[in-house]
Structure formats: C-alpha cells, structure tokens
C-alpha cells in the first residue's frame, strides 16, 4: 500500500528507506496547478477525520482505506510524497500537549517546524497562541495546512515553504517538531540550528517522538527533558510498526556563559 510505502521512511529502518526513496522525494510536479486545482485535489484524495487519534477535537484531510491512493502504486502520486496526509505520532503527541496544557503556547509566538499536516500550529492557535506559522518545504502541506486550518473554523495560518534550518533564526518564543527526527543528517542539522535559536532568542523547543532509533541515539538526546508520553491510540500502533507511545520532550540546552 501507499500509505506503508510512506510510513516506511520513518520507520524502524528509516534511514536505508529515506535514502532509497529520494527518487520519489525528488519526482517532479506532473503539471504547474494553481492553489484551487491542489485544493480540488486534495478535497478528492484524502478524506476528513477526527476520531482514532490523540487529538479528536481536531478534524485533519488524511488518507484513509476508503482513498484511492491508499492501494495505489507510488509512482501514480503526482506530487511529492505526501507527509501532510498522515497524522505522525510525534505531531499527535505534541498537539495533545498543547491542548491538554493552553498556557504553553497561550500568548506566544509559535513556529511549527516541519508542519506536515499542521496539525501541531492549528493546536497552538487554538490554545490562544498570538502569532503561529506553519513551516513545511512542501508546498502542498502548505495547502493542507490551510485547509485544515478552516476545517477547525480558523482563519488559514500563515505558511512558510523555504527550508529554514541554519537560516538566521526569528524571534520566536516557542518551536514545535514532531517527528522530524527519522534521518541523522538532518538531526544533526536540526541540533545546531535549534542551539542557535535558544542562545539567539531563549526560545522554547518542544519536541514529540515516538521512540524511533535517529532520535534515541542522537546526541540531542541527552539535552531533552521528558514532559509527558501518551499512550497512541491501537489504530495508530498498527499503522507504525508497533510503536506504542510517544513523548513530549523540552530541549534543555543551556549555553555556556
């Protein structure tokens, strides 16, 4: 199926299949579609959920057994691969933090790295956040951002496609990355960018990941301050391999003085 191809790349042996899948991660865009046209295509090939996640007081566009790209080989999406359209358990974990505890993002600045499905940055507005963008290199996320954003009687949230790691880092007073772990290249680009936001800015970094080996034995590792795990939901075990909870950490990183 589809939807295990995907979910592959952030499994248990992520890094061999992120490597064997940038060819799909590099596919080129069948045709230049405006935003309406992704919309139209996005509103055919995912289907509207709430229920069987950490979060369902929150309605996301993802792909379901009932979609047609749930069967369908990977070479017919016309798109990159669609991260947006899957619920991650470290986003599902982070979002339910956020809801569960309105006065961590409440009044804050908020940047959703790697946003995916946008799930975390609709969480952050909703507990009272002042300023949320969302973050995701692919465009297409952008798009369902937006569109999940209006599904949760939002207005859509401002989005960002540049790949802002190492960029000169804004002012924000919170970060959140759900599952952004599953390659030890980006993490360590992550660790040193996320190091310079905290002694830029003093920002927060709240992380959410289920427990997948880059994360575990990455250096970042040591520094993170556990919040709160989550048991995930037995649909969601199911589709991950088997994972069985997943965590909120606080990135500890104190510079020396």
Known sequence: MYRRTILCFRGQDTLNAFQRGMCCLMRRYVSVRSEHDIKNFIRDNTEIVSAQSLTPEISLRLFTPTCRFWTERPESWP??????????????????????????????KVLDLGCGCGASAIAAKLTGASLVVANDIDPIAAVATKMNCELNNLDPLPCVTDNIIGSKPDDWDLILLGDMFYDEDLADHLHKWLQTCITTHGTQVLIGDPGRAQFEGHDIRKLLHKLSRFELPDSVKDENYGLTNSTVWCYNYKPDL
């Open 79 to 108: 798109f990159p691969d669609p991260y947006w359209a899957i619920y991650w358990p470290g986003g599902q974990a982070l979002a339910r933090y956020l809801l569960n505890n309105p006065e961590v993002s409440g009044g804050r």
